[in-house]
């Protein structure tokens, strides 16, 4: 059961102060002390615009990422950009993401980063919420390899390969205090109209299992969001029944952006787990009223009860602008807030 009935939530990233993009693009011409500095900085925006927005779980807004996987191909041995592998120009799309080739076995000496990044959230957050760190499945980290075809074969071998390496992560982040994961796979829900779902699951429990029963794990499951841009078959029926055997406390599911279609199918995640409903649609420049939410919270009530509803955007916020990003949270928070009284 959620700690909170109709919980108030986030997937994981917050967008970038605009000169925090800048910093990024021109790192050269800072000190390690200055990018200390700024990440610093970054993050305790983040935080703030969080909390006054109302919420009851907080990340940090994974300032330090560039994307919210590709930044961890960073702390990977064994990868070199492939540049030729992607589209330069024309409408934004997924193909313009960036590609890697594997040039040796994939190693992660120094981790992944996400330990840190949580120390660095308890460090500067206030007392109340919950702190929750984030990080990407195996699946979904492999997107962007290309398989050599004699180290890996397939994106298959490829995630196998990760997944110890995640699974360290994870560990870690247990060891670290962390209270709530969120594992990321929207790779698994985006494809599962045509992968074997079993596999999806097989994989997806042998990675997050040093958390089960340690930390409240959750999963976001989405059809993709680079750019504001779907790439998914944006359907749950492909998903269901074998999802249901996700070995997690929540699961997130984006709901806003496809008009709440297949709201009924809550219903069978609810009998297995919470819900974290997206109500929020990150893709679309429309700023939901607060009556908008409390009535998108009555619909799904219909399916999940309060005691385990979450609400939550559909996906993370990176690809939404800040202005936009700080009114669309504080709806969601009052909207909720006004629902359990």
Not at 187 to 209: G, L, P, Q, W
Not at 264 to 276: I, S, T
Not at 312 to 331: E, F, N, V
């Amino acid at each position: 059961m959620q700690p909170t009935p109709i919980r108030t939530t986030v997937i994981g990233s917050y967008p970038f102060p605009g000169w925090l993009e800048f910093g990024s693009n021109n790192l050269d011409k800072f000190g390690k002390a200055d990018i200390a500095e700024m990440i610093d900085d970054a993050v305790s925006i983040a935080i703030k615009d969080q909390v006054d927005a109302g919420l009851d779980v907080i990340t940090d807004g994974e300032q330090t990422r560039i994307d919210f996987n590709l930044s961890f191909y960073g702390f990977l041995k064994g990868l070199q950009p492939n540049h030729d592998e992607t589209r330069k120009f024309g409408p934004p799309a997924h193909d313009q993401r960036g590609k890697h080739s594997i040039i040796e076995p994939l190693t992660a000496p120094e981790g992944l980063g996400a330990v840190e990044e949580y120390k660095r959230l308890v460090r500067l957050a206030p007392k109340g919420p919950t702190l929750k760190a984030s990080i990407p499945g195996p699946y979904t980290l492999s997107g962007r390899m290309i398989p050599d075809g004699k180290i890996y074969k397939d994106r298959y071998e490829i995630t196998e390969a990760l997944l110890p390496l995640v699974r360290e992560e994870i560990q870690r982040l247990v060891d670290a205090g962390c209270q709530e994961i969120t594992v990321d796979e929207p790779s698994m829900s985006c494809y599962a109209y045509k992968e074997d779902t079993k596999r999806f699951v097989d994989i997806f429990n042998r990675t997050v299992a040093p958390a089960v029963g340690k930390s409240r794990l959750s999963t976001h499951l989405c059809f993709g969001n680079f750019k504001g841009r779907p790439v998914g078959f944006r359907k749950l029926y492909p998903m269901l029944p074998d999802f249901l055997d996700f070995n997690v406390d929540e699961i997130h599911i984006e709901m806003a952006n496809r008009e709440f279609d297949e709201l009924p199918l809550l219903a069978q995640f609810a009998e297995k787990m919470d819900v974290a409903v997206g109500i929020i649609d990150v893709k679309n420049y429309y700023i939901e009223t607060v009556e908008d939410v409390k009535n998108r919270i009555k619909q799904v009530l219909q399916y999940v009860p309060a005691e385990k509803l979450a609400v939550a955007p559909d996906c993370g916020l990176s690809q939404t602008a800040r202005w936009a990003a700080k009114r669309k949270l504080a709806a969601m928070c009052q909207g909720a807030k006004e629902m359990r009284r």
